[in-house]
């Protein structure tokens, strides 16, 4: 199945930024906050530090072959971005920023009012478990990107009244060549999140899709990214997961998480599904 990036139509921002500049992956505990949002806080250590193995063969997905190089300072491209970007952070009101830092804050919980059920280990370990691998499959091509492109970030080179994660907005810097833009990282992991739960509940699809956008839109409310870093993560998420499919492990994972989701929806227990273990 195709999924096209517009499907027809956690870590503060400071912290996320300090470890993607560094070219390094986040301390465990703070990727699982990222993407398990508070029930991470229920984990135990061992949890939190247990490795979690990919479904594509490590540093093997080439970014390169799926996105185009990030706009050039200054190219038309570039300007064309900046406007968006303007325009978008002018029409921002208070609940449409609160809702942007709450999504700044994780992924997966973010998701539960269109899914319709409870995102944590407790509730759809299948599915935690699914979605972290899929995660995994994009943190060397994401990291990759980010340090091959090198675009500096709104705020290193625009002012702003507020950004994300900063207690007062960074002064720009005088001539910024360097940064952490594209892709986005928010975007990619939240695309990539939207698409597997899509998948395991075709129903909820068209309302995860669409909050899956304006998750990923939160990141240029936030000014923090571009609007073409968030459509470039979205890009290379669904380009992942569509690489995926081919994979029997995760079909077998898709499905035993379908079957959870199916009974957790119905208000049974999940726990004892045969076909998943």
């Known amino acids: 199945m195709r999924h096209d990036v517009c499907f027809g139509a956690a870590l503060s921002a400071s912290l996320l930024l300090s470890f993607a500049a560094a070219a390094a992956p986040p301390p465990p505990e703070e ?11 229920q984990l135990s250590k061992a949890e939190i530090e247990a490795p979690v193995k990919g ?4 540093k093997k997905f080439d970014f390169r072959g799926v996105l185009a190089p990030a706009p050039a300072v200054d190219s ?11 325009q978008v952070v002018a029409k921002t009101d208070d609940a449409r920023w609160a809702s942007a830092v709450a999504d700044e804050a994780s992924v997966y919980d973010r998701f539960e009012k269109e899914l319709g059920v409870t995102i944590d280990r407790k509730h759809v370990p299948h599915l935690i478990a699914l979605l972290n691998r899929v995660e995994q499959d994009l943190s060397d091509p994401l990291g990759g990107a980010k340090d091959t492109f090198a675009r500096p970030r709104p705020f290193q080179r ?18 910024p060549t360097k940064g952490t833009s594209y892709p986005s990282g928010h975007a990619t992991l939240s695309w990539a999140a939207v698409l597997v739960m ?6 909820k699809a068209d309302k995860l899709l669409a909050r899956g956008l304006e998750y ?34 995760f079909r077998h994972d898709l499905a035993c998480a379908r079957a959870e989701y199916e009974a957790v929806a119905a208000g049974k227990s999940a726990a004892k599904l045969k076909a998943c273990k």
Do not use: M
Request: hydrophobic share 45%; net charge negative; proline share 8%.
């Open 55 to 58: 479904y594509l063969p490590a």
């Open 216 to 249: 990923s839109e939160s990141r240029i409310v936030c000014s923090v990214h571009f609007p073409s870093d968030v459509e470039a993560g979205r890009l290379l998420a669904t380009a992942v997961v569509e690489r995926e499919q081919a994979v029997p492990a």
């Open 31 to 41: 990727r699982v906050k990222l993407l398990e949002g508070a029930a991470a806080s």
């Open 158 to 175: 625009f002012a702003f009244t507020r950004v994300c994660g900063k207690t007062e907005p960074p002064k720009p810097e005088a001539n």
């Open 198 to 203: 899509a998948e395991v509940a075709p129903a």
């Open 76 to 86: 038309l491209r570039d300007q064309a971005d900046v406007a968006a970007l303007r």
